[in-house]
């Protein structure tokens, strides 16, 4: 099955600096790619998510990069904010023939010092 | 507030009991999407039902079952628990199985076995 390994596991970076976190999967199938953000106490909340057919995603502060080739994908945060410290979790899925399985990575806290 | 609902929010019990999770998707959606999460595991993917039917199985111990009701809302059936099965439990909905859709995560059930 998919295995998708995210990197690093703790990130802490200075207000306003930029943040990256990596990820690769291993299914070649896959073609479905969101980040969600886990603040603590409380539900995944999904802040992008990118498909197979797109390189690059941007939203605000926020991007994801997508290379298909090398099975990996980023996630990329500038200005970092305090409030955008928590637990981010990055997942691949396969979809298609109804079903849908999302396999997540381990989750990396990100910190960011005021 | 992402429209998905699920009750209980904690839930205390022994070992060797059972316990039912309770989920609401949101408005529209006909899929249903069960996770565990616990401190060393992350987000584990269970089982997803769409419109009743179970379309996709995770890493779902036999001691655990789930089902879909006409109405929608979905159960997820604990029973034998161990020590080990203290975890957030969280349910997720989106409006079809197909990867084109986003999944939406309730605000989870913490069980603790004593």
């Not at chain 2, 309770?22 to 249903?32: A, E, F, K, N, Q």
């Amino acid at each position: 099955g998919e295995n998708v390994e995210q990197h690093p596991s703790t990130l802490s970076v200075q207000e306003g600096d930029s943040a990256v976190i990596k990820c690769t999967y291993s299914d070649s199938a896959s073609n479905y790619f969101p980040w969600y953000k886990q603040e603590l106490g409380k539900r995944p909340q999904l802040i992008i998510d990118i498909r197979s057919n797109v390189g690059e995603k941007k939203d605000q502060r926020i991007a994801v990069t997508l290379n298909k080739t090398a099975k990996h994908f980023s996630l990329h945060i500038t200005e970092t904010q305090p409030e955008d410290s928590a637990v981010y979790f990055c997942a691949a899925a396969v979809s298609g023939a109804g079903s849908y399985q999302l396999t997540f990575g381990k989750g990396t806290k990100l910190s960011v010092i005021p | 507030d992402s429209g998905v609902t699920q009750t209980p929010k904690h839930l205390i019990t022994a070992t060797g009991q059972r316990v039912t999770l309770r989920c609401s998707p949101r408005s529209g959606d006909l899929s249903v999407y069960w996770y565990q999460q616990s401190l060393d595991q992350g987000l584990q993917f269970l089982i997803q039902y769409y419109n009743g039917e179970e379309r996709a199985k995770g890493n779902i111990l036999e001691r655990f079952s789930a089902q879909q009701f006409p109405d929608l809302h979905s159960e997820l059936n604990l029973s034998s628990l161990e020590l080990g099965d203290s975890a957030l439990y969280f349910c997720a909905s989106s409006v079809a199985p197909a990867g084109t859709d986003t999944q939406y995560f309730g605000p989870g059930t913490r069980l603790t076995v004593l």
